[in-house]
């Protein structure tokens, strides 16, 4: 559907400009990247066993907002997990950006 092209031109919008504005926000987000960031938020959730994958993707939690469903199915992430974390990395999302957005 439409999110996963929007994700996707996020995607290489990253990779071609990291000084660009949405770089920044994502930044501002989730603040500098420690690597055991995404450890424990997989950790409060139980899924730290899914970390390696994370790791073997090079996925951070500065990655995480941009992660599709599709792109979670493919680094053989289970559906319950996948759906939980879609579902926590948008919660975080809406409480780091107080301005409502109408899709």
Do not use: W
């Amino acid at each position: 559907g439409a999110d996963s092209s929007y994700a996707d031109a996020s995607l290489s919008f990253l990779a071609s400009s990291t000084c660009g504005d949405s770089a920044v926000k994502v930044k501002k987000f989730f603040g500098a990247e420690p690597p055991h960031l995404l450890h424990q938020f997989l950790n409060g959730l139980g899924y730290e066993y899914l970390m390696k994958k994370f790791e073997k993707h090079k996925v951070g939690m500065m990655e995480l907002p941009y992660l599709t469903e599709a792109q979670m199915r493919q680094m053989k992430i289970p559906a319950g997990p996948r759906m939980r974390i879609l579902h926590e990395v948008q919660l975080l999302r809406q409480q780091q950006q107080p301005v409502q957005q109408h899709h």
